[in-house]
Structure formats: structure tokens, C-alpha cells
């Protein structure tokens, strides 16, 4: 009688696993596509809902349809009645940065420790 090393396997053992795995990779497949579906439905759903909250909640989408805007640059009686792109806006609505990153190099090297 010969003996059976543990790597050997028979015919039918080696169809039945066979089967077996193909069956889990099947089902395998078929959950990663039910899924991949879910979400892409669920992406749909929130784009649906965001879009309709922009549309029904906020009624001026549009910055140049608000009436306080028309009345601040209005060239009648507004307070900034040169325009948007003026000096006197510019001064007063844009923001002008600063470059810090020396200030920070330096708390870091005396030990300061910062959470940004």
C-alpha cells in the first residue's frame, strides 16, 4: 500500500474544493457588487437631497440678487457706491495675510508645543 503525503490530494477532494471555492468567490463577488451599488445609490441620494435643500432653503443663490448687496454698491445711496472692484472695497472687505512661519519655527525650537 503506498503512502499518502499530506501535500497529495484525490480527484473527487480536488473538484469538491474546486466547487467549493469558486462558490466563495462567486459569493464574494456578488456582495462586493451589491455594495459598490449601495453606496453609488446612496451618493445619488445625498447629491438629490443637497441640491433640493440649496434650491428650496436658500432663495438668493446668486450674490448679485440680493437686495442688501444692490443696496451697498447701489451708485445712488450706497455705502460703496464705486463698485465692487474699488479702492474703498478693497480696503475694507478683502483680508491680507502675513507670513508667521518664522514666529512658529521659532516657538518650536524653544520647546512650545502647538496643536493646529
Known amino acids: 500500500m503506498k503512502k499518502k503525503s499530506i501535500g497529495t490530494i484525490s480527484r473527487r477532494g480536488f473538484i469538491k474544493l474546486a466547487g467549493i471555492t469558486c462558490g466563495y468567490a462567486v459569493l464574494g463577488l456578488n456582495v462586493a457588487k451589491e455594495a459598490t451599488a449601495a453606496t453609488l445609490e446612496f451618493i445619488g441620494i445625498r447629491q438629490a437631497s443637497v441640491y433640493n435643500a440649496d434650491k428650496n432653503i436658500y432663495k438668493l443663490r446668486k450674490s448679485q440678487d440680493n437686495p442688501m448687496i444692490k443696496k451697498l454698491y447701489s451708485p ?7 463698485g ?5 472695497s478693497e480696503t475694507l472687505l478683502h ?12 516657538l518650536k525650537e524653544k520647546g512650545v508645543e502647538l496643536s493646529l
Not at 76 to 82: I, N, Q, T, V
Not at 84 to 88: A, E, I, T
Not at 95 to 106: I, K, M, N, P, Q
Open 76 to 82: 445712488k445711496d450706497g455705502f460703496l457706491k464705486e
Open 84 to 88: 465692487p472692484c474699488s479702492h474703498k
Open 95 to 106: 483680508t491680507h495675510f502675513a507670513d508667521r512661519s518664522a514666529r512658529l519655527a521659532a
